[in-house]
C-alpha cells in the first residue's frame, strides 16, 4: 500500500493495485494499477476495499463562513484542536492550496460541555467542519451538528480505520474500544 487516507495525490499517482483494491471516485484502473485521476485528497475503505480520490478544483482559494470542508486533525490540545483543510464540500468551482491549518476551539466541537477533547478526536483522523470565521490568519471550524464530526477514526494503536459501533468504535485488528465526535456518516461518505 503507496497512500493512506488523506494523502494529497496528483492525476496518475499510483494508489494500489487492483488486487487491494477497486477505483472509487475520482480513480481508475489501468494494467492492474489503480490510478488517481484528480488531483486531491486519498480516502482508502478497507472494508469496501474502495480507494477513492476527492478532487480540489481550478479557481482561486476562497474560503466563507459556512461552508462545509474535509480536513485532517494535526494536534489536539487541552482547549482546542487543529486541522489541515482538504477540501471544500458541495462546491466544484472553489479550491484550497494545501494545506490550511484551522482552529476547533472546545466550545465549538458538540452541543454541551466537554470535559476532555482527547476522548473526542485524535491526530489522523478525517473530519467534516463547518466555517465559524473565514479570516486568512485564522480560520475557525465547528462539528456541532450530527453531520459534523468524526468521519474516520483510526485505532490510537495499530491505526487501523475503526468500524462503528453504536456511540463507539472499536478496532477490528486489535479489538480497542474508542469513543470520537461522530459524523451521522461515518464511514459512508466523504465529499458530498
Ligand atoms: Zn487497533
Known amino acids: 500500500m503507496e497512500v493512506k487516507t ?12 487492483a488486487e487491494e483494491f477497486v477505483p472509487g471516485e475520482g ?18 475503505d478497507i472494508r469496501t476495499k474502495k480507494i477513492s480520490v476527492f478532487p480540489k478544483t481550478k479557481t482561486p482559494p476562497t474560503l466563507k463562513i459556512g461552508d462545509i470542508v474535509i480536513g485532517r486533525v494535526e494536534e489536539v490540545r487541552d482547549q482546542f484542536l487543529t486541522v489541515s483543510i482538504a477540501a471544500l464540500v458541495g462546491n466544484e468551482n472553489r479550491e484550497l492550496p494545501p494545506p ?21 478526536f485524535k491526530p489522523g483522523d478525517i473530519i467534516k467542519a ?17 453531520e459534523l464530526g468524526v468521519l474516520v477514526a483510526f485505532c490510537s494503536r495499530c491505526r487501523s480505520p475503526l468500524d462503528r459501533e453504536g456511540n463507539k468504535l472499536r478496532c477490528p485488528s486489535c479489538g480497542s474500544v474508542e469513543t470520537r465526535k461522530l459524523s451521522v456518516h461515518y464511514r459512508q461518505e466523504v465529499a458530498k
Do not use: C, W
Open 27 to 44: 480513480a481508475y484502473e489501468e494494467n492492474g494499477n489503480i490510478y488517481s485521476s484528480t488531483v486531491g485528497m486519498v480516502l482508502v
Open 100 to 120: 490550511r491549518l484551522a482552529l476547533i476551539h472546545i466550545s465549538k466541537v458538540q452541543a454541551g460541555f466537554v470535559k476532555d477533547l482527547s476522548k473526542l
Open 130 to 146: 463547518k466555517v465559524l470565521n473565514a479570516q486568512p490568519e485564522l480560520i475557525q471550524l465547528t462539528t456541532i451538528g450530527r
Open 6 to 17: 488523506g494523502d494529497f495525490v496528483l492525476p496518475g499517482d499510483f494508489l494500489a493495485t
